[in-house]
């Protein structure tokens, strides 16, 4: 897993100061390593006092599908961008 990012950090910290166990900080920030899906995650805390565990548990493999689903939007659209060239322009000729 990639290290965590300066967002991540400050999520991690939101956490902990809202008295969640550092292992659950710890675990949710390590799948949370970006700055987009902690500040997904922070947005999403900052609507709430305190919630249960299963529901940070749960937003957080929302915000990784989500982020997913976007990744895989943006592999096919470079894979029909190289069918495009590769239609318009065919095999390189060198």
């Known amino acids: 897993m990639k290290e965590k990012s300066p967002k991540s950090m400050e999520l991690y910290h939101i956490m902990l100061d809202r008295g969640y166990p550092e292992e659950f900080c710890d675990i949710v920030t ?3 390593n970006t700055d987009w ?3 997904r995650m922070i947005g999403y ?3 709430y006092k305190k919630l249960p565990l299963g529901e940070i548990a749960d937003e957080m493999l ?3 599908s989500d982020r997913n689903q976007i990744m895989q939007k943006h592999e096919v659209e470079d894979a029909n961008a190289k ?3 590769f239609l318009n322009e065919g095999f390189d000729s060198e």
């Open 37 to 39: 899906t902690a500040n």
């Open 45 to 47: 805390l900052s609507h």
């Open 62 to 64: 929302a915000i990784l």
């Open 30 to 32: 390590k799948n949370l």
């Open 83 to 85: 069918w495009n060239v």
